[in-house]
């Protein structure tokens, strides 16, 4: 079955410190993924892709096919890192469906 | 206003009422979304529909009814909705080239509540 899993639904680091937000897939395939993040009262938006392998507010994120993850890292929080941050997955015989996580509220402490 | 738009924000609704969601998209995608965001859970996809014709139901209650008139605008019409339905409604569009899928543009959501 396909399937995104977020292990952490909190997870709470100090400014500076850096930040891993892991996400699993399940998929026999070759999927897409990406990430998402909702701020607060703002609307839900993508982050980054696999494909693009670029870094998008210092974020960054390494698709280990081996190990099926997609963990998004950044060396250094920052206050308005805080958000809750979503892992999704696109199968590559689908050209629509997002499978997601359940999500990652993120909170940055000065 | 560019981008996805949902109205309206908010909506409480009794059990017997018929109501309507709408979404508006300006982005000249072709594909549009139906998802809903619960407390403490995944969001789940309700419906997808592709240059107006519905390509996916999730197996969606059928007190739950799409419309995609055209490629801009889609609805959901909500009729006889248990109290569990309550959830955040959202709306998003994208544009599905062959085999890449380029990302998706959310609404800020429709807040429902059922009374």
């Known amino acids: 079955a396909q399937r995104v899993t977020q292990p952490e639904k909190l997870l709470s680091v100090f400014k500076g410190a850096p930040v891993e937000l892991k996400c699993n897939y399940s998929?026999?395939?070759?999927?897409?993924l990406f990430w998402y993040v909702q701020y607060s009262r703002q609307r839900l938006q993508l982050l980054l892709r696999?494909?693009?392998?670029?870094s998008i507010k210092g974020f960054t994120a390494d698709l280990n096919k081996g190990e099926t993850s997609f963990h998004l890292k950044k060396p250094f929080a920052q206050e308005e890192d805080s958000a809750m941050y979503y892992c999704?997955?696109?199968?590559?015989?689908?050209?629509?469906?997002?499978?997601w996580g359940a999500g990652t509220k993120l909170i940055i402490k000065p | 206003e560019t981008g996805v738009t949902q109205t309206p924000r908010h909506l409480v609704m009794g059990m017997t009422n018929k109501k309507s969601l709408k979404c508006e998209q300006h982005l000249g995608h072709n594909a549009m979304y139906w998802y809903k965001q619960s407390a403490k859970k995944p969001l789940e996809l309700m419906f997808v529909?592709?240059?107006?014709?519905?390509?996916e139901n999730n197996s969606v209650p059928s007190r739950f009814s799409p419309e995609c008139p055209n490629s801009s605008h889609l609805f959901l019409h909500l009729h006889t909705l248990q109290p569990e339905d309550s959830a955040l409604y959202l709306c998003?569009?994208?544009?599905?080239?062959?085999?890449?899928?380029?990302?998706?543009?959310f609404g800020q959501g429709t807040r429902l509540t059922v009374v």
């Open positions: 998003a569009s994208s544009q599905a080239r062959g085999a890449v899928n380029t990302e998706a543009f």
């Open positions: 529909y592709n240059f107006k014709e519905q390509t």
């Open positions: 999704a997955l696109t199968p590559m015989d689908s050209n629509y469906q997002l499978i």
């Open positions: 696999h494909i693009s392998r670029e």
């Open positions: 998929y026999s395939g070759s999927p897409e």
